[in-house]
């Protein structure tokens, strides 16, 4: 747990299971024996089962393990996906080299706007920013990465416009269609099911009796999974 660092420098480097969670304590010294000595009294309070303060982890390296641990056990592939595109593309450029408990609503409010100016993006697309980093910081905060989730605050814009089909316009892209496609679209209009949601259904889905459709699973580039919402 004590070791020379390249600059000369020493480090102190714990880790320890607690209420079953995984901390790591990690403290820097001038000398061998100042790191000895720091050693010391912090495993002599851990042992003593007292609180002891450890650094926040850098922003770039929490969001690693919350990738790898949390969105991995509780996500779906293609959400996994979407969060670490966000991640990669988004939040590890700006906040990536700070310090958690040093991100707060100023560096929230700066992030919206380099977001919205430098990147040119749309409000929308910058709330679904913000709300995995939120997600990613309250994460931190049960982790005990982190002592207090700052206040987000998201961007207001108008409803999105939604362009639905006519009556006329669906019977007409129907009749259209190739006898390949044509159950698929007839279920797409409907039903309203989600591509995936099309793409995994099977024979023994649809109850030709009584006519019901059971809608039971969903495929996301050739993974199998339940539907949304279940």
Do not use: C
Not at 18 to 28: L, P, Y
Not at 115 to 122: M, R
Not at 175 to 204: F, K, N, P, Y
């Amino acid at each position: 747990s004590v070791r020379r660092r390249k600059d000369g420098r020493w480090r102190i480097d714990i880790v320890v299971m607690r209420n079953g969670a995984r901390e790591r304590f990690r403290k820097s010294a001038a000398s061998r024996e100042e790191a000895l000595r720091v050693e010391r009294e912090l495993r002599a309070k851990l042992d003593r089962g007292e609180e002891v303060a450890a650094r926040a982890p850098l922003f770039r390296e929490w969001a690693a393990e919350f990738l790898d641990v949390y969105a991995a056990n509780n996500n779906k592939p293609s959400e996994r996906r979407n969060k670490k595109q966000i991640v990669d593309d988004h939040l590890v450029p700006f906040f990536g080299e700070m310090r958690l408990d040093k991100i707060g609503y100023p560096e929230i409010e700066r992030f919206k706007a380099k977001q919205l100016v430098e990147g040119k993006s749309a409000p929308k697309s910058v709330n679904n920013r913000l709300t995995v980093l939120r997600r990613l910081l309250v994460i931190a905060h049960k982790y005990r990465k982190l002592g207090a989730v700052p206040e987000v605050q998201w961007l207001k814009f108008p409803p999105p416009k939604f362009r639905f089909l006519s009556f006329d316009e669906a019977s007409r892209i129907v009749a259209a269609a190739s006898s390949e496609w044509r159950a698929m679209i007839l279920v797409a209009l409907r039903t309203g099911l989600r591509d995936g949601e099309l793409l995994a259904l099977r024979g023994d889905d649809v109850d030709g009796v009584v006519g019901r459709l059971v809608v039971r699973r969903s495929v996301w580039r050739g993974i199998e999974g339940s539907p949304k919402g279940g």
